[in-house]
């Protein structure tokens, strides 16, 4: 590989994380979400580096399902949107996924389905997020339904925050409230159902919300160790980043007070400037919108973009490092830089910059000792 630059992915990391996500919820059972590639580092990598301990993965849609199954991966996969048309049921009892329901089509799919093996379902209300999930009338009424029907086997009833990373608790506690009272209402249709399973918290509830934690937890962005909330939070601090995007300087210069850089001339030198071009641009996944200023660390030593992101190169400043030269390590983000610091700076969240990251950005996998 001549370009320099790729995404250094530590699944040790990735293990701590999901055994924090553990320890936070207790005795809840945790459902590894990684869809959209497990947030672009690599679906089927992180699935084997968390086969021996997770209760089951998430995914967004029967491809990245076979995708698991086709590389040997047979822990329980959710479909976290459920079938996108009825033909997909099949598929689900074939290769035996669990299925979201978040609506009537889906519900009528499901009880006039003949699967040879029961379905698992998970019976998604909408109790305030208002984008995917049954009122919580029509949710009781479903899941009368779908307790009596002979090839529904595992039963699920979950609900998503909306608002789990503020510091205000007030949104999620009303969310709360809502599901309690429908789950707390569902009667014991059949022998076998002891009690109603239920799975509410994402990441940020699973740091933050002991009392969302019920049956299932779901964590997401937290796996890659980035903090999804908005305030500070102990548990949060335990998270370590697993992907560091990583490049190098492919140029060093130097430019007189009053020199414009790049594209639009947006940066203007104050004074006479050393100027680094690292070999990253938007075409890689680095957001174009980056103002100057954004952090970029070189030789593991923190400074700033200046100038606008080219598609295949972007500058930096290196006022503070004049020994800097071509080939020094540049990390976009990773340890040295929060992918949660660029996506603040550009406008953006991590999981954006995650999942952004383009084909051309060779994924390498760090086989860190163990903690
Ligand atoms: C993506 C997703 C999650 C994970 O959310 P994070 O904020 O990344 O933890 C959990 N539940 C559902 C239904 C999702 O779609």
């Known amino acids: 590989m001549s370009r320099p630059l790729q995404a250094c992915v530590d699944l040790a990391a990735i293990q701590h994380n999901y055994r924090l996500a553990r320890a936070c919820a207790g005795g809840a059972r945790a459902l590894a979400v990684i869809k959209a590639n497990a947030y672009g580092h690599g679906a089927v990598a992180v699935a084997r580096a968390l086969v021996a301990e997770a209760a089951a993965f998430g995914v967004a849609c029967v491809e990245e399902a076979l995708e698991l199954r086709e590389s040997g991966i047979h822990t329980p996969i959710l479909l976290l949107e459920g079938p ?14 669990m299925t979201v329901v978040h609506d009537a089509r889906q519900l009528d ?16 209300i909408d109790t305030g997020m208002h984008r995917l999930g049954l009122t919580p009338e029509d949710g009781r009424a479903a899941y009368a339904r779908l307790a009596a029907c002979p090839h529904v086997g595992e039963l699920v009833l979950m609900t998503h925050f909306a608002r789990a990373d503020e510091a205000d ?21 059949r022998p076998a159902t002891r009690e109603v399973a239920r799975s509410l918290a994402n990441s940020a ?12 937890v779901r964590p997401g962005i937290m796996l890659y160790g980035l903090d999804p909330l908005d305030h500070p939070h102990p548990h949060a601090a335990l998270l370590r980043p697993a992907l560091c995007f990583v490049s190098e300087l492919t140029a060093v210069r130097e430019l007189a007070a009053g020199e414009a850089i790049g594209y639009g ?19 890689d996944g680095y957001p174009r919108h980056a103002p100057d200023g954004t952090p970029v660390a070189v030789n593991g030593q923190l400074t700033r973009l200046i100038g606008r992101v080219s598609m295949d190169m972007l500058m930096v400043d290196l ?23 660029v996506a603040a700076a550009s ?25």
């Not at 996108?84 to 996924?97: I, N, P, S």
């Open 84 to 97: 996108f048309e009825t033909a997909e049921l099949e598929l689900v009892d074939q290769v035996g996924l």
């Open 109 to 124: 799919w499901v009880l006039g389905a003949r699967p040879q093996q029961p379905l698992s379902v998970w019976l998604k």
């Open 169 to 189: 608790p007030g949104p999620t506690d009303r969310q709360l409230a809502d599901f309690a009272t429908l789950a707390g209402s569902i009667p014991t249709v």
């Open 205 to 216: 509830a699973i740091l933050t919300r002991p009392d969302t934690h019920a049956e299932w």
């Open 265 to 283: 001339g947006r940066f203007v030198c104050e004074r006479p400037t050393r100027v680094g071009v690292v070999a990253t641009g938007y075409a």
């Open 319 to 341: 006022s503070e490092q004049p020994q800097a030269q071509p080939g020094d390590p540049v990390e976009l983000w990773g340890t040295q830089v929060s992918a949660n610091a």
């Open 347 to 371: 406008g953006t969240i991590s999981y954006e910059l995650l999942t952004g990251l383009s084909r051309r950005v060779p994924l390498r996998y760090v086989e860190a000792a163990s903690d």
